[in-house]
């Protein structure tokens, strides 16, 4: 057990499943897993272990934010032995190229966040997904039928930003939508040792202005989740 996590070890899984939201974790949970079974409710981060298709996996919350994932896959990578994360989250479009609940899976993370370099020193404001994970997820996805976009995602520490020149992350970043914690998930899992990916559909648009309810986003994104259970059956 850790202050934030109250699993004994062994009931998390080597591979995690990571919503923001612990109502999609439970959502997730029990619309896809067998004998899913809630191991953590720390502070209402939800954590339910079971099995996928005779696979083992746990579905947990990270909330919301580089802090808050930051704690839950440090704890998960180096307490419980955890292996393989996959974020699955939901993100604002910074381009017309984007519709609501497109599914993009991130090649790279940009920030101007701190979070690396107050961790262990690290300078670069772009850090990467793992190559294995998003291979796996690549394949599966051609093998099921998703549509994906592979690209650059901001991942900002600030929702509600002053001045949001979203049109010059993607200009000059190629930043495709805007999020904010799958910096700091490959960080961790690059000091770690470890594999990450991040799977977001589009929740809104900075663009268009389209954007969906909180309901949706909690009950919806099917083609994602579908996608990285689905990805799993491969590692």
Avoid: W
């Avoid at 947990?60 to 808050?68: K, L, V």
């Avoid at 099921?144 to 929702?159: A, C, E, K, P």
């Amino acid at each position: 057990m850790t202050p934030h996590i109250e699993a004994e070890l062994g009931q998390i899984k080597k591979t995690v499943i990571m919503p923001g939201d612990p109502l999609r974790a439970r959502m997730i949970a029990e619309k896809y897993l067998e004998d899913a079974k809630l191991v953590s409710s720390v502070r209402n981060i939800y954590a339910y272990s079971g099995t996928y298709k005779g696979h083992e996996v746990t579905v947990m919350a990270s909330g919301m934010g580089m802090p808050s994932i930051g704690i839950y896959s440090y704890e998960l990578y180096n307490v419980y032995g955890v292996e393989n994360i996959i974020r699955v989250g939901s993100a604002g479009a910074y381009t017309d190229k984007l519709n609501l609940y497109d599914v993009v899976l991130a090649e790279r993370s940009f920030s101007e966040s701190s979070y690396a370099k107050v961790q262990n020193g690290e300078e670069s404001n772009i850090l990467y997904s793992s190559k294995k994970l998003n291979e796996i997820i690549k394949e599966t996805a051609k093998e099921i039928g998703v549509n994906i976009t592979v690209g650059t995602l901001h991942s900002s520490d600030v929702f509600y930003k002053e001045d949001n020149n979203f049109k010059e992350y993607y200009e000059k970043y190629g930043c495709l939508a805007c999020e904010m914690e799958s910096f700091a998930l490959f960080h961790n899992a690059n000091a770690c040792g470890k594999n990450a990916a991040c799977l977001i559909t589009i929740s809104d648009s900075l663009v268009t202005h389209e954007e969906t309810s909180p309901l949706e986003r909690q009950n919806s994104f099917n083609d994602m989740i579908l996608l990285a259970l689905e990805s799993i059956l491969k590692i």
